[in-house]
Structure formats: C-alpha cells, structure tokens
C-alpha cells in the first residue's frame, strides 16, 4: 500500500485526484462508503471514508497525502519508488505521511470484519504543507453531514508516541513601499530597504524578549514562542534609492498565545514609529501585510480520555509537545479533540531519502488494530 502512495506524485503544487481515485477504488472494493470534498478547482480533493456505523462518534484517523518539493535534493534513487533496504522503506512522503495513511488503509480489511458498535473515520487531506485548506474544506463537509468523529488522532511522525500539544503559527509577507530616487539626494525618496531594516530589527528584539520573558510552557523545545525573518528582498541597484522591499516572517506561539495579537502589536508599532515619517515624504509609501499561513495551535490535557486512550493502546508512559503544526489544530477548533501519534520520526520530513522504518509500520499496523478493538463496545 505505501507503495503504492508513494508512486503518486502529490507535491503540494501538484492535483492529487489519481491517488484519491486509487483510493476510491480500494474502498470501493471493500464496501466502505466516503464523502468527497475538493478545492475550488476541483483538482485536489478530501476523502472521509466510514467504517463500521455510518453515523458521528468513534474515532478519527487522519492524514495528508501531499508532500513537499524534491527540487534540488541528491537522492539515492527515485523518490516516488518505494525503496528497502536495512528495515528502511525509503521515499518522498514515506514518513510524512504516507506511512500513516498506508497502514489505515491497509488495516480495511481487518476493521471492516471487526463488530464496531462506534465508526472508525478515514480522514485523508490535501494541502498540509501549504495552506491546509484540505482540513478547513474537510471540516466545513462533516459540518454539513453531521458526522464528526468524538475524538481523532492525526498520525503525523512521532515515533508513535503521543504528542499532547504542538505551538499555532502564522506566517506574514511584509511589503514596503518606497519612493524612487538617485542615492546622493536621500531627502528626496523614501528608502523601503531601510525601513524594512528598522522593522526587522525590532522582530528580532521581540524574538529576544520572548526567549528571555516568556510566555512558557514546558514540554516544548524551545519552551516559548518564537518569531522570526525567513527571506527578504528589495532594491535594483547601489544608487537607486529602493522603492520596494519585501520580507516573510513567523510567529510559533506556544497554546494560549495569540499570534494574531502579535501581528497587531508589530502593526501598531510600525504604524507609530516608522509610517509618519514615510507618509510625510510621501503619501503612497508605507507597509501592507498578508497572512500567507495561519495554524491555530493545539493542546490536550493530560487526564483527557483520548490521552488516556492513546497511553494505553500505545503501552506509553509518557506524552510530548512539538513545535511543528499539524492539522490537528484545525480539528480541535471544529470541536474534535485530538491527538497527534504516528509512525516514523519528524527529523525524516521534507529530507532527501526520506525514510521510515519497517518496524515503525508494524508498531502502527497494531496500533490501529487495538483501537479499533476498543470501539467493538
């Protein structure tokens, strides 16, 4: 099964409709009804496939069948061949997270045979790692039919341990807007590379008051929400002043913390302290921003019933917290507790020769078995 969902290249700037018609086909097959829900082109699509009771309750499983670019990475052999060797199954999505998805798949046949009093859901999404707008287009589809799981479990790499919480992120393009001029008459434009410099030294003054005041929360590494620039670029050349400039930031916050208040306060200081001076030069300088990423974070308590759940079919004395988002976030606002626990490690993601191991597949094959055996009552 991974291997075959490894043979489809469903790089995120790719349709992923032939791996969902496969999909189609197996449940088809084993007589296991779906729902299906696309994007506005119609080229990316969800499935919810139902085993067992076809109403709300039981359990979600759920994961993402796009991955990230090869571009650029060295290889040993063909991403999208399924590759063993040395009890490793080597190719591009294998541990991210198509490993996930295979072993759901694979364990139909069982499940369906199984007298489930509650449903096993099948949550396989598009679009993880860009926008995620496959899990708000899947969530906006189980509201609509009413059959939302009580509780889910997104099988994201973990070394099938359970993660409790992973940190909300937002992601931000900041342009500046400038005004033209020869270099060696400053007064008479507007610097947009200057002012975006100004603008990103205070980021980097908060990412040092964040690590240094907090908020925190232990369990997560590092223990508090960070914010940072990735890529910026601006100007033509040396005796042009720059009219244009542009940079993409993050924020990471851990649960509680509201990014979307820290993008306010970064406004109201740029709005403060650098726009009078651009707008008084000229009006049509200044800074626009756009939300190009947003995770909401999420967070489980300890002593919730799926925590406890999870620790037993796992046999887990311990729980973890991640930096990474999931869509697990996303669920968890649309009323679903979640959990994140799945086969392979996270340092495999988005790595040339990604691989994850046999045994992590097997460890996972029982997992969901033993889940399952839990909503037989």
């Known amino acids: 099964m991974l291997a075959a969902l490894v043979g489809f290249d469903t790089t995120s700037r790719n349709p992923n409709l032939p791996l969902i018609d496969f999909v189609r086909g197996w449940l088809d097959r084993n007589a296991v009804p779906y ?4 994007d ?22 759920s994961g993402h069948v796009d991955t ?14 399924l590759r063993a060797e040395g009890g490793r199954l080597y190719g591009r999505g294998s541990a991210d997270m198509k490993g996930f998805v295979a072993c759901c798949l694979a364990a139909v046949p069982d499940l369906k045979a199984m007298p489930l ?20 287009t899947l969530m906006d589809d189980v509201a609509e039919s009413g059959l939302r799981p009580s509780m889910c479990v997104v099988g994201e790499p973990s070394m099938m341990q359970p993660i409790l919480a992973h940190k909300g992120r937002i992601a931000v393009k900041v342009r500046v807007r400038g005004r033209s001029g020869h270099s060696s008459q400053p007064e008479g434009g507007v610097n947009a590379v200057q002012a975006a410099a100004e603008a990103i030294a205070w ?3 908060e990412a040092r008051h964040l690590a240094a005041e907090g908020p925190f929360e232990d369990g997560f590494d590092p223990p508090h929400s960070t914010v940072h620039v990735g890529t910026i670029s601006g100007g033509t050349i040396l005796n042009i002043i720059p009219e244009d400039c542009e940079f993409v930031m993050e924020w990471r916050t851990i649960p509680g913390h509201d990014p979307h208040a820290e993008l306010a306060k970064f406004r109201a200081h740029i709005a403060k302290t650098l726009e009078p001076a ?17 995770i909401p974070g999420m967070g489980l308590a300890a ?3 799926l925590t406890s759940l999870i620790k037993q079919v796992t046999g887990s004395n311990s729980t973890g917290k991640v930096s990474y988002g999931t869509e697990g976030g996303i669920y968890q606002e649309a009323g679903i507790p979640t959990i994140v626990c799945g086969p392979g490690d996270i340092a495999q993601a ?10 992590q597949l097997d460890e996972c094959d029982g997992f969901i078995r033993r889940l399952a055996v839990r909503l037989q009552t």
């Open 35 to 38: 729902r299906i829900s696309t």
């Open 40 to 61: 506005a082109s119609g080229q990316k699509a969800n499935l919810h496939a139902i085993i067992g009771p076809q109403t709300a309750g039981g359990i979600g499983l």
């Open 68 to 81: 990230v670019p090869v571009d650029g990475q060295a290889w040993s052999s063909d991403p999208f061949t």
């Open 117 to 136: 009093a509650r449903p096993v859901h099948l949550f396989i999404t598009f679009d993880e790692e860009t926008t995620m707008e496959g899990a708000r």
């Open 203 to 205: 980021i980097a003054g």
């Open 278 to 294: 651009m707008h008084a030069a000229h009006p049509d300088t200044g800074f626009s921003y756009e939300v190009i990423g947003d």
């Open 303 to 305: 002593d919730h019933e």
């Open 350 to 359: 988005h790595k040339p020769d990604e691989f994850v191991a046999q045994s």
